[in-house]
């Protein structure tokens, strides 16, 4: 396949970034969508050009590093995949394809492609945790037995990976869905249920300062998300939210 | 304790499920003037007069609007900031109902309508009673109603303003359980009346403007 | 260099952890406050290991070269967690656990170490769920298992195919507790550069900040290394892109024993390679061998049809299917260990029979496990169980909710549906036994410098059986250095911060910005990526599932050619104070082209076959690996001398004292 790129360059985080036109040849339909950047950075390599800067590592949809927005959507075209997980079948020849960064203010740009997530990070030190020493002192695993739906409601809520497609495909950059993914899985379990009014509160407040935007419910988040959380996570957490608020 | 997001979320849905209670019993008043003349004037006439719905309910009705839109506004402005290097390319409709998208558009659209409503009515009306205090006369609201629609433009407006208010609806009133915490096996129940709520009601108002303007 | 000593501790087996853990020296809380301790890679062992140091008061400071600890390679192991619980009574206990490990680490793992692994592997499971790790239960509310290869029981806790994932989140969350407290310093997408010594002791680290460049000096008291395994010197492995051999190299070079560099773990069920591009190879976990079954067609002619297209595999009849692996190994079948089923897999392939356009894939085919998994639904809900379609629906329904996630990562990367036509799987490079050469403190031959989890040697002898990875993370991390680290630290208690403007910060310091700047001057017409996967071409070649005498000194020769070739051609674009990928590439290919030359080396010494390691002059006449007890029972341990080629060999002899080295067999 023949393709055109048209990616966005930016030096680093203070440069003015814009969109520049590539073109790359002999692609295969079989490569994923970061085995073709790989080759397009191979080329600019060998023209003396600076590569593209993208975040990547496990390339097997896991690790959550991978991070373009591509044609729009966060992860391309295909759903529940990681652009890692993208494969150029999924593009026809003579396609032009736009390549932008995650943008958000929390998530200000490194350079090209690749931004800065700690902000979710942050969140997460705020109380994305139970407070439990490693002492090897707990108690036996099976002590306190759990309902098997709520057990698997915390899996699916747990697989998140923190990508940041959710916050990337929002119209308000809100960091929502995120951040009630990990506020339900331990809302869920009672290992977790201790401290939960302190958690939502802390990991909410941390939200917010962060700069991330308020949810209005458009659904986006939980349609780009590659991990498919769902929306029930956000009302479960708006749940927990006013709950806390009440208890004060 | 509106200061973090996910309150303001809260609040925005609390409003707006107020207004959507307000704008059920508006179009129950209203759609007696379709079949009963004098219905419509008992009604109306109880709720201009009863001291507790002018000086408790209207306030707070008031109130509600307010708050509704300004916070709308603010959310907006808030949003808008968060994401200060736009996208070069967005696609939005992947993911999105373009409804939920436009909440603001549709929201203005409502507003500015509201403006129009309060100087057809409201205005006129806290005329009649408190600034030149005329006398009560429990029979002057249908006609008053009907002449209003004579106009076609301010009929088509009026439609036209409901199309948008169906729109707003058509999302806001879905969403708004999900803000308060509402997301279970119920969902899709809830869904399909918050629909046909969101659709039946501004076409049951689009429907009394053309019948008073056909009819007048 | 001292002669190895490796520290076990004295008496019984069963006793010598719990004996040594009462009579090691500790550090009082009030002087914890004082200590600081460096950790380089938050996989399961680094950031297990950050948190429990920072619990236990120590100031820690945790770097990843990853933009958050969360990413480190560690969440993309699939399978599960071993744990000699013995939930479902089928007879497990610590010693079984234990015994499975060396036996299925070929017995050239340290005795002593393995045993203390499986006595804490309990409080892992433990631990984990206190923390809110989401393992799979039943429909009572209890912890499920399920079996892994290699093993008779059922020890395996799992969270679907995310194991690594949950667990990983979990000491991440663990980690971050810390974080917000203050007692972890967390230092993302930074790479350490070099290790310092002062007194020939681990005084700290020299890094390098790969947004800005920056190349900073870090002090501590103490520093651990946990930066994983050296799979990517094959270039294409299941390890992830930025996986690297730098941290252990570095400390090797700074006088590190590395140990077994040649026991690396071939895994089986992997998705097989497509083309030219391929940058890296996709897992599908052992969890499949559960309930797949392995086969090639018997007939050759139906391979043919196979690779041309014209054959589906679902129309090859039964009686046409060679399933080899319960052919050859009745006992195990499918769940023989990784080494023999890889090796299985390459015989079939190597004498023709392999299934896609390469020649090298194998089936991997679930269509008996739907049938019995429906016929046992449809009785359960008291329906027809002869009604073909609804068996199938039903059965399909079972394997989704068992391998949903990894069945769609298959359909994903290959474009089949893999619920109605067999995966096709082939063996590649997945993790690596070998590593730093500790002992039983885990502490390296450099006096208080650490390794830990992937990174060090000591627990899977020649091969590694499923699901035991992260169980040796988590007990290096939680359990085991946090303990032993505090003998070597309690005489550390009046040394105070140390400076780090001193000579020897100095002197490393100039070397690792003479080293960037070379690359960055080299100006070369290669780029770092061409020299990688030459390289891994090599190794895969010469040094992969099986390894002889000419391979291997051809390897060494070819391996230092490239060496040579990479210093005097690579280009390194870009500068050295910018986010530049090529650069850190450079630092870390450059790190195994030099390991790789000692792997081979290592190769070539054993002379016999053992676990991962098969060398062709070693073998059965059925072609089962033969091991060499009488003058291999060791682990190799490198010492660095200038060059790969002239490290010195220390050998490590290997007791066994509660055990009887017997021959595995697996059939």
Not at chain 1, 45 to 72: K, L, T, Y
């Amino acid at each position: 396949m023949n393709l055109t790129l048209k990616i966005w360059r930016q030096a680093n985080a203070d440069a003015k970034g814009e969109m520049v036109t590539y073109s790359i040849a002999d692609v295969s339909p079989d490569m994923s969508f970061l085995e073709m950047m790989d080759m397009h950075n191979e080329q600019l390599i060998g023209n003396g050009e600076d590569p593209v800067a993208f975040d990547h590592d496990c390339r097997e949809g896991i690790c959550g590093m991978c991070s373009m927005f591509i044609n729009g959507e966060a992860h391309g075209p295909d759903r529940l995949v990681t652009t890692c997980q993208l494969h150029m079948r999924k593009f026809k020849d003579g396609d032009t394809i736009t390549i932008e960064p995650f943008r958000a203010n929390a998530f200000p740009v490194i350079k090209d492609l690749a931004v800065d997530r700690s902000a979710f990070d942050r969140i997460q030190q705020a109380g994305g945790f139970v407070s439990v020493n490693t002492s090897g002192n707990t108690q036996d695993a099976n002590a306190i037995p759990i309902d098997k739906h709520d057990a698997d409601k915390a899996f699916d809520a747990a697989t998140c990976i923190g990508c940041g497609a959710c916050v990337a495909s929002c119209k308000n950059a809100s960091a929502m869905l995120f951040v009630s993914a990990k506020v339900s899985q331990y809302a869920l379990l009672p290992q977790g249920k201790v401290e939960a009014t302190d958690r939502v509160m802390s990991m909410v407040n941390q939200m917010d300062e962060e700069g991330f935007g308020n949810c209005t419910n458009t659904g986006a988040c939980e349609v780009e998300c590659p991990k498919g959380i769902s929306l029930e996570n956000i009302a479960r957490m708006n749940r927990e939210f006013m709950s806390a608020t009440l208890k004060g | 304790m509106i200061t973090t997001s996910i309150a303001r979320k809260v609040a925005m849905a609390l409003s707006g499920l107020f207004l959507i209670l307000f704008l059920g019993q508006h179009f129950t008043i209203n759609v007696t003037s379709v079949f009963s003349e004098k219905t419509f004037n008992f009604l109306s006439h109880f709720m201009g007069n009863n001291p507790l719905v002018q000086f408790v309910l209207q306030p707070i009705l008031i109130f509600g609007v307010v708050f509704h839109f300004v916070m709308g506004f603010v959310l907006e402005l808030k949003n808008n900031k968060s994401r200060s290097s736009k996208y070069v390319s967005f696609k939005g409709a992947a993911n999105a109902s373009w409804v939920s998208r436009n909440m603001i558009l549709s929201g203005i659209v409502v507003l500015s309508f509201l403006g129009l409503h309060f100087y057809d009515f409201w205005v006129p009306e806290m005329n009649y009673k408190y600034v030149e205090i005329l006398p009560k006369d429990p029979d002057r609201y249908y006609g008053e109603l009907v002449h209003k629609f004579h106009s076609p433009v301010r009929v088509g407006i009026y439609a036209l303003s409901f199309v948008f208010l169906a729109l707003h609806l058509y999302h806001g009133f879905a969403s708004s359980f999900q803000s308060v915490g509402l997301n279970n096996k119920y969902t899709r129940g809830v869904k399909w009346l918050t629909s046909a709520f969101a659709l039946g009601i501004p076409a049951g108002f689009i429907f009394i403007a053309i019948f008073h303007h056909l009819n007048g | 260099m001292a002669k190895l000593d490796s520290k076990v501790p004295k008496g019984r087996l069963s006793e010598k952890w719990t004996n040594h853990k009462s009579n090691i020296n500790l550090v009082s809380p009030a002087n914890k406050r004082l200590i600081d301790v460096i950790v380089v890679g938050t996989g399961l062992a680094g950031a297990s290991a950050s948190a429990t140091l920072a619990e236990l008061g120590y100031n820690v400071k945790t770097f990843c070269f990853q933009d958050s600890p969360r990413r480190a390679h560690s969440i993309a192991a699939q399978g599960g967690i071993n744990a000699a619980k013995n939930y479902q009574g089928d007879g497990d206990s610590t010693h079984r656990l234990f015994y499975d490990t060396i036996k299925g680490g070929d017995y050239r793992s340290r005795e002593s170490n393995v045993y203390r692994l499986a006595e804490v592997s309990t409080n892992i499971i433990d631990q984990c769920v206190a923390q809110g790790v989401p393992f799979a239960r039943d429909y009572g509310g209890l912890l499920d298992n399920r079996s892994f290869g290699g093993v008779l029981v059922s020890r395996t806790f799992y969270a679907k195919g995310q194991t690594g994932q949950q667990l990983l989140l979990g000491a991440y969350s663990a980690m971050n507790r810390q974080i917000g407290r203050g007692k972890i310093k967390m230092y993302n997408r930074h790479e350490m550069m070099d290790l310092v010594l002062v007194d020939g002791k681990a005084r700290g680290i020299i890094s390098r900040n790969l947004v800005s460049g920056a190349i900073e000096r870090h002090s501590a008291h103490a520093v651990v290394i946990a930066s994983g395994g050296y799979g990517n010197v094959f270039f294409l492995s299941t390890n992830a892109m930025g996986s690297n051999v730098s941290a252990s190299w570095k400390i090797h070079k700074r006088g590190a024993h590395f140990a077994n560099p040649c026991f690396t773990q071939i895994h089986p069920t992997c998705i097989p390679v497509s083309g030219e591009h391929q940058s890296k190879l996709t897992l599908m976990s052992e969890s499949l061998r559960n309930d797949g079954r392995i086969w090639v067609p018997k007939n050759i002619e139906d391979v043919k049809a196979i690779r041309s297209g014209s054959l589906s595999p679902t129309a090859i009849a039964e009686e046409d299917r060679d399933y080899y692996l319960e052919r050859r190994y009745p006992a195990f079948g499918n769940l023989v260990p990784r080494d023999v089923a890889s090796r299985a897999a390459k015989e079939r392939c190597d004498a023709g029979y392999g299934v896609n356009a390469t020649g090298e894939a194998v089936y991997l085919d679930f269509a008996d496990a739907i049938t019995r998994y429906g016929k046992e639904q449809a009785h359960v809900k008291g329906l027809d169980e002869n009604d073909a379609v609804l068996v199938k629906k039903l059965g399909q329904e079972v394997v989704r909710a068992k391998y949903g996630n990894l069945f769609q990562m298959y359909e994903k990367i290959v474009d089949q549906d893999p619920y109605e036509t067999p995966m096709m799987i082939y063996p590649a490079v997945h993790y690596t036994m070998g590593g730093v050469w500790v002992d039983y403190n885990l502490m390296t031959s450099i006096p208080g410098c650490y390794a830990i989890g992937e990174a060090n040697f000591s627990d899977h002898g020649a091969n590694r059986l499923g699901a035991s990875a992260l169980m040796q993370g988590l007990a290096d991390g939680y359990f085991v250095l946090p303990c032993t680290i505090g003998d070597y630290l309690a005489d550390d208690i009046r040394t105070g911060h140390i400076a780090t403007d001193t000579p020897e910060f100095d002197a490393a310091e100039k070397e690792v910005k003479d080293r960037v700047a070379a690359f960055i001057n080299n100006k070369g017409n290669r780029s770092v990526d061409y020299y990688h996967r030459k390289l891994g071409k090599i190794m895969w070649d010469k040094c992969g599932m099986s390894r002889n005498e000419k391979g291997l000194k051809e390897a060494i020769e070819d391996i230092k050619a490239l060496r040579t070739d990479f210093y005097k051609n690579v280009n390194v674009p870009g500068s050295a104070e910018e986010f530049n990928e090529q650069l850190a590439k450079a630092g870390r290919v450059a790190d195994f082209l030099e390991l790789g030359e000692l792997f081979a080396k290592d190769a070539l010494e054993r002379t016999e076959s053992c676990g991962g390691h098969f060398r062709e002059e070693s073998q059965t006449p059925e072609g089962e690996a033969l091991r060499d007890d009488k003058n291999h029972t060791f682990v190799s341990a490198w010492e660095y001398q200038g060059e790969p080629e002239k490290a010195k060999l220390h050998k490590e002899i290997l007791n066994y004292e509660e055990i009887e080295v017997k021959t595995r067999s697996y059939k």
